[in-house]
């Protein structure tokens, strides 16, 4: 069965300071996985996609790493701000078969000044 | 451009009665998704369309919940005899062709039943 675990569920930081989100997946075979950012009463807004042959992906202060053998991403954001505090979401897609993905549960991220 | 729009943004309804809720997708995206998301769980895939054809129906809950969609554009997610579990926020997302591109969502519906 395809899954995607997501790690912390939740994590309060100070503004400024870094983190970073974990996702742990059972998808197979991969396609891609992308990190989506849910603010509160909002639908997710991608934020990065990843391909088998990517290794790390950037936008702006995030930073999504993909090591597809031991089937783990992360999610690094730096200098967080304020705006950062929402759900973040792990989607990872499998090749051929079914064209819907599978969710995570998301880490819900609380940045405090 | 318009991104995905849903309407209502709430809904609040009592029990037993039936709710539409609809979903515009992107001109010109083929693929759309409905999903659920109920407080602290992750996105539950509900059904998708590939133009006005769902070929995937497999995550309506009960025969309560349908969905159809037009002219390859507007769906309507119908749940009739609504229960207190159906309270949940229902995203609409549209892709460009049902690959496994990037799925766009709006903003959702929040469904209240009392």
């Known amino acids: 069965k395809n899954q995607v675990e997501q790690s912390p569920q939740s994590l309060i930081i100070l503004e400024g300071k870094n983190c970073t989100l974990q996702?742990?997946?059972?998808?197979?075979?991969?396609?891609?996985l992308r990190w989506y950012k849910q603010d509160t009463g909002r639908g997710p807004v991608s934020l990065t996609i990843?391909?088998?042959?990517?290794n790390t992906k950037s936008n702006g202060r995030y930073t999504a790493t993909l090591d597809a053998d031991t089937k783990q991403s992360s999610l690094h954001i730096t200098a967080s701000q304020l705006s950062d505090s929402a759900s973040y979401i792990c989607?990872?897609?499998?090749?051929?078969?079914?064209?819907?993905?599978?969710f995570g549960r998301g880490t819900s991220l609380i940045v405090h000044p | 451009g318009a991104g995905v729009s849903q309407s209502p943004s709430n809904k609040v309804t009592e029990k037993g009665k039936d709710v539409e809720l609809r979903c515009d997708p992107i001109?010109?995206?083929?693929?759309l998704y409905w999903y659920r998301q109920s407080l602290g769980q992750g996105l539950e895939f509900l059904i998708y369309?590939?133009?006005?054809?769902?070929?995937?129906k497999s995550g309506l809950p009960s025969d309560r919940f349908s969905a159809e969609r037009t002219g390859g554009s507007v769906s309507t997610l119908t749940i009739q005899r609504t229960q207190q579990e159906d309270s949940a926020v229902y995203l609409c997302?549209?892709?460009?062709?049902?690959?496994?591109?990037?799925?766009?969502f709006g903003p959702g519906t929040r469904l209240t039943v009392t």
């Open positions: 990843m391909t088998f042959s990517e």
């Open positions: 369309f590939q133009g006005n054809s769902a070929p995937d």
């Open positions: 997302a549209s892709s460009l062709d049902g690959s496994r591109g990037e799925q766009y």
């Open positions: 989607v990872v897609s499998a090749k051929g078969g079914s064209y819907i993905p599978t």
């Open positions: 001109s010109g995206h083929t693929a």
């Open positions: 996702c742990n997946y059972t998808v197979s075979p991969f396609s891609n």
